[in-house]
């Protein structure tokens, strides 16, 4: 969607003698796949934007006219980078998770699972991250459009019919999960399952699955609980999943002022989601106990187990990016090394050959 401006004769037509000129107004399209239930997409609509507007009117330069486009009506999850690169939105919630040919680099935390639940603190490593491997912000460009936010989620768990405190007790499971969390099920006995968050409940409410690996913040406002009362908390770790994004030819043509404003409220509203989701995970899992599910930790040796059962998924990602000329092996090795500056341990050594 092109950006209209008013052009100057128009603008003045519209002024009254003796008032200002009034601000010049873009016109702004944001899809999402997901709907406003998703944190990352509620926090599009209830912070971003009025707060974008309530600084641009501080100036009275610019007004944005959003049209806000979500639960895919433009475009579902795995469309919206598309959508976005060819201007059918002008921003986008890009869940990149869906899109490991597009973005592999993006994807690192779900190949490196068993690591922390501290959201904010995996924020800060991927940016670090992000400022050392170039090749992560080239790829947004190819995919013309410019990463304004990264957007983490809570730590991941096992949300099943039947309880599961083992790793015995995975087996002939049929958990469903997205993008490339479907590694975390390999060589466990379970039956991996792809699907995305608005697919989950009926499917397990209609015997297709026998339960998921969601992240503690979904439990709650999909219903998942319902069909599927039993939540084991295992602790994936949390995750690197989506961006707010804008198209680059969009971003190009607005004005500085308009692109500094977007970039100071982009900064606040990864730091807030990263916040809303901790605390709404914890909300989540307290109000489906309370709504009748079973709540339990995985015990830690069948944790350890668990991670010691999967192949060496980093660097089986790593080596085949290496192929493609893609900085795979040298992204995983900064990403460990920052990680553990940080203080982050895992369950494994995810750089063991």
Do not use: C
């Not at 912070?47 to 959003?66: C, H, K, M, Q, S």
């Not at 007790?169 to 993008?179: E, I, V």
């Not at 295992?234 to 994004?245: D, E, P, R």
């Amino acid at each position: 969607m092109q950006i209209r401006h008013i052009t100057a004769a128009a603008a003045a037509a519209l002024v009254l003698s003796g008032a200002a000129a009034e601000a010049r107004t873009l016109n702004i399209t944001v899809v999402a796949g997901h709907p406003p239930i998703t944190i990352g997409v509620a926090q599009i609509r209830d912070y971003f934007i009025p707060e974008v507007d309530r600084r641009l009117a501080e100036t009275g330069d610019y007004r944005i006219n959003w049209v806000q486009a979500y639960g895919g009506s433009v475009a579902p999850p795995s469309g919206v980078l598309e959508a976005v690169r060819t201007g059918i939105g002008d921003m986008g919630y890009v869940p990149h998770l869906f899109e490991r040919d597009k973005l592999p680099l993006e994807q690192i935390t779900f190949l490196t699972p068993f690591g922390t639940d501290d959201l904010a603190l995996l924020m800060d490593v991927v940016e670090k991250l992000q400022d050392e491997v170039p090749e992560m912000e080239a790829a947004w460009t190819a995919a013309n459009q410019k990463l304004l936010a990264g957007v983490g989620i809570d730590t991941y768990h096992f949300v099943t019919k039947a309880p599961v405190n083992s790793v015995e007790d995975l087996r002939g499971l049929r958990l469903g999960t997205a993008g490339l969390g479907l590694n975390w099920l390999r060589d466990t006995g379970a039956i991996p399952v792809g699907a995305a968050l608005p697919d989950y409940y009926n499917s397990m409410a209609t015997g297709l699955m026998d339960g998921i690996v969601t992240f503690e913040s979904a439990v709650l406002p999909y219903k998942f609980h319902e069909v599927a009362p039993h939540i084991t908390r295992v602790n994936f770790g949390a995750m690197y999943s989506s961006g707010l994004t804008i198209n680059l030819d969009v971003w190009n043509r607005l004005p500085e002022d308009v692109q500094n404003v977007m970039l100071e409220v982009a900064s606040e509203y990864q730091s807030r989601t990263a916040q809303a989701y901790v605390d709404s995970g914890a909300r989540s899992l307290a109000a489906a106990e309370e709504a009748g599910a079973t709540v339990a930790d995985f015990p830690e040796e069948e944790r350890a187990k668990l991670a010691a059962m999967l192949p060496n998924i980093a660097r089986e990602w790593a080596a085949g990016l290496d192929q493609r000329g893609l900085p795979g092996t040298r992204a995983l090795e900064t990403y460990i090394r920052l990680s553990q500056e940080a203080g982050i341990t895992f369950a494994r050594d995810w750089l063991a050959e």
